[in-house]
């Protein structure tokens, strides 16, 4: 199946426009900041929270970072307006950070100036590892004047114990997830029980030493290990929470949140979706898998 997936993930970019939005149609909220609005509302009557994701990364001009900021202040707005239970996730490239650290750092700090008046908070996700210092250190940077600030550790990274470790003194509030960005070996592992178990052990010592996690993973092994710490520490639904992409395992979301946990879903919007899509499928070929495979899902009328 791999390589079929890799074959898709390839020819994709070639494929037409409509075609892709309509295989990427799930995973993302629509062009418009009323169509994340819209959905959000549809989550949170459903108990889940969520974090909006304004699409783009990479950028190359200041003037396009500047718009990104523009934008995520109008969600942070309409959050506040609509009452919306949900932050705001942002990338460091597209707020700047391969034309200038400054000027990036300037951007978050200012974000999270924003959201903090409001009492709102802003994730930085990471990306690729070339990005990973730069973002730690945007991110402490800020923490040290602002509580509402949080950032993203990727289990796959052979450097991610020492981050975890480095955070911890400073009661990071972290998401952990596996990590999507193709990386070389000696960068990650590439195994899938190291990078389960790398997840695992991570968790096990921020939950342990009182960090605030979003554990953000579709993988029920994960999930099943999650809940057993969960127990095992005594955590208070408020010490930590689940987190899921939009689009993707719409059973296990629900069975989360019925057991009483809570649950935040990744909502991407915007109109840089279609580079947004054919990157991630070239990073990670096995999406390309998942897209299938949900399509005939939806076909056969299965759910998932
Ligand atoms: C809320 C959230 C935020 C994230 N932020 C970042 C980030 O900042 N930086 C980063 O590098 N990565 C991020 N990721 C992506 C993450 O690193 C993984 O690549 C992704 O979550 C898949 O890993 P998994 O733990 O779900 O396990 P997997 O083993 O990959 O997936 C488990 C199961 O989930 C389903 N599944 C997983 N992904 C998809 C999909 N796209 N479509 C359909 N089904 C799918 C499949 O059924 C699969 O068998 C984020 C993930 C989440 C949930």
């Given at each position: 199946m791999?390589?079929?997936?890799q074959?898709?993930?390839?020819?994709?970019?070639?494929v037409?426009?409509?075609?892709v939005g309509?295989?990427?149609?799930?995973y993302i909220?629509?062009?418009?900041?009323?169509?994340?609005?819209?959905?959000?509302?549809?989550?949170?009557?459903?108990?889940?929270?969520?974090?909006i994701?304004?699409?783009?990364e990479?950028?190359?001009?200041?003037?396009?970072?500047?718009?990104?900021v523009q934008?995520?202040?109008?969600?942070?707005?309409a959050?506040?307006k609509?009452?919306?239970?949900?932050?705001i996730?942002?990338?460091?490239?597209h707020?700047?950070?391969?034309?200038?650290?400054?000027?990036?750092?300037?951007?978050?700090r200012?974000?999270?100036?924003?959201?903090?008046?409001?009492?709102?908070?802003?994730?930085?996700?990471m990306?690729?590892?070339?990005?990973a210092?730069d973002t730690?250190?945007?991110?402490?940077?800020?923490?040290?004047?602002?509580?509402?600030?949080?950032t993203v550790l990727?289990?796959?990274l052979?450097r991610?114990?020492?981050?975890?470790?480095?955070?911890?003194?400073?009661?990071?509030?972290?998401?952990?997830?596996?990590?999507i960005?193709k990386e070389?070996?000696?960068?990650?592992?590439?195994?899938?029980?190291?990078?389960n178990?790398?997840?695992?052990?991570?968790l096990?010592?921020?939950?342990?030493n009182g960090?605030?996690?979003?554990?953000?993973?579709?993988d029920e092994?994960l999930?099943?290990h999650?809940?057993?710490?969960?127990?095992q520490?005594?955590?208070?639904p408020?010490?930590?929470e689940?987190q899921?992409?939009?689009?993707?395992?719409?059973?296990?979301?629900?069975?989360i949140?019925?057991?009483?946990?809570?649950?935040?879903?990744?909502?991407?919007?915007?109109?840089?979706?279609?580079?947004?899509?054919t990157?991630?499928l070239?990073e990670n070929p096995d999406?390309?898998?998942h897209i299938?495979k949900?399509?005939?899902?939806?076909?056969?009328?299965?759910?998932?």
């Amino acid at each position: 199946m791999r390589w079929f997936n890799q074959l898709i993930a390839t020819t994709l970019p070639f494929v037409p426009k409509p075609i892709v939005g309509f295989f990427s149609k799930h995973y993302i909220a629509g062009e418009k900041l009323e169509n994340a609005v819209s959905l959000v509302k549809t989550l949170n009557s459903q108990r889940m929270m969520a974090t909006i994701d304004v699409l783009g990364e990479e950028v190359k001009v200041k003037e396009q970072s500047l718009k990104a900021v523009q934008i995520y202040n109008e969600v942070l707005e309409a959050i506040s307006k609509e009452k919306l239970d949900a932050n705001i996730s942002v990338k460091p490239t597209h707020m700047g950070l391969n034309i200038d650290k400054e000027f990036c750092y300037n951007n978050i700090r200012g974000l999270v100036e924003e959201a903090a008046k409001t009492g709102n908070f802003v994730r930085i996700d990471m990306e690729d590892s070339t990005t990973a210092d730069d973002t730690i250190d945007i991110y402490l940077r800020i923490k040290n004047d602002f509580p509402n600030v949080g950032t993203v550790l990727q289990a796959y990274l052979r450097r991610n114990i020492s981050d975890v470790n480095r955070l911890i003194p400073h009661h990071a509030n972290l998401r952990l997830c596996k990590g999507i960005y193709k990386e070389k070996r000696e960068i990650a592992y590439k195994d899938k029980m190291i990078i389960n178990d790398n997840f695992n052990y991570s968790l096990e010592k921020l939950l342990n030493n009182g960090c605030y996690v979003g554990i953000a993973t579709h993988d029920e092994k994960l999930v099943w290990h999650a809940l057993k710490l969960i127990d095992q520490f005594k955590l208070k639904p408020e010490q930590y929470e689940f987190q899921m992409l939009l689009g993707v395992d719409h059973e296990l979301r629900r069975i989360i949140v019925n057991d009483g946990h809570r649950l935040r879903v990744y909502v991407p919007f915007g109109s840089d979706w279609f580079g947004y899509s054919t990157r991630r499928l070239k990073e990670n070929p096995d999406i390309a898998g998942h897209i299938i495979k949900n399509f005939f899902n939806r076909l056969l009328g299965r759910k998932k």
